[in-house]
């Protein structure tokens, strides 16, 4: 069972998300915070492994609660969860420990889901936000560390497709009439599947014309210092 903590000053996104909790049935809510302190108090008493968290909030905000949370207790993850897309927001939760970033209209079957991928420590960015962050990678000026950073998300959703495919395979080896009467659990299994590979594909082509990238900006640097040598050497010849 998945112990999840809800923290958001607004108790109508608390009810919301309450709901989509409640019907699942590996999902345990263990409570709901109004702000980053009250969260770090319950998560003293319940150790929760999964915390969604808002980032306004007063007293203590989200991201200055996640710093906290992150580096004291290790053993629980938190998935910020936001009406805000802006760049700033998305770089400040990375930076500060976050295993993933959502916004608040997210789908209840995605938002479960994210948690679940969150729980196996893989990294979560809700749709929009991954090629919002891949633009912004490509007009980064520090692109060998943003590729190699897109790099470890990669191996990290490998691993994840990787293992829902094993579990995918195991299903259908126990049920050879799995076609003909799929149940819930198999449908959001190949859900998880198709959605996970596209985010692969598209994360590996950016890499990929990263990489391109970098290695013509090293080329063009090469010249500009043979350039630089041989006229330097031609002024010198003229004195």
């Given at each position: 069972m998945i112990k999840v903590l809800i923290v958001d000053d607004q108790k109508t996104v608390q009810e919301i998300i309450k709901s989509y909790i409640e019907e699942e049935s590996g999902l345990e809510l263990v409570g709901c915070a109004e702000n980053g302190q009250e969260a770090i108090d319950l998560i003293q008493a319940h150790r929760p492994n999964i915390v969604l968290m808002d980032i306004e909030m007063p007293i203590l905000d989200g991201l200055s609660a996640t710093k906290i949370i992150t580096e004291k207790f290790i053993d629980?993850?938190?998935?910020?969860?936001?009406?805000?897309?802006?760049?700033?927001?998305?770089?400040?939760?990375?930076?500060?420990?976050?295993?993933?970033?959502?916004?608040?209209?997210?789908?209840?079957?995605?938002?479960?889901?994210?948690?679940?991928?969150?729980?196996?420590?893989?990294?979560?960015?809700?749709?929009?936000?991954?090629?919002?962050?891949?633009?912004?990678?490509?007009?980064?000026?520090?692109?060998?560390?943003?590729?190699?950073?897109?790099?470890?998300v990669i191996l990290q959703q490998s691993k994840l497709l990787e293992n829902l495919n094993t579990d995918y395979s195991r299903q259908s080896r126990r049920d050879p009439h799995s076609q003909d009467r799929k149940s819930k659990n198999q449908y959001s299994l190949e859900n998880q599947y198709a959605n996970l590979e596209q985010q692969v594909n598209y994360l590996s082509s950016f890499v990929k014309k990263l990489n391109q990238r970098v290695g013509f900006l090293q080329q063009f640097g090469v010249l500009i210092t043979l350039c630089c040598v041989i006229l330097g050497i031609l002024l010198l010849a003229t004195l």
């Open positions: 629980t993850s938190v998935l910020i969860i936001s009406v805000h897309n802006e760049d700033t927001y998305l770089n400040s939760a990375l930076q500060v420990g976050a295993k993933g970033y959502l916004k608040k209209n997210t789908p209840a079957k995605e938002l479960v889901n994210a948690i679940y991928s969150a729980y196996k420590g893989y990294f979560q960015l809700g749709p929009g936000l991954l090629e919002k962050y891949l633009h912004k990678v490509t007009d980064s000026q520090s692109n060998s560390q943003e590729i190699e950073q897109l790099k470890s």
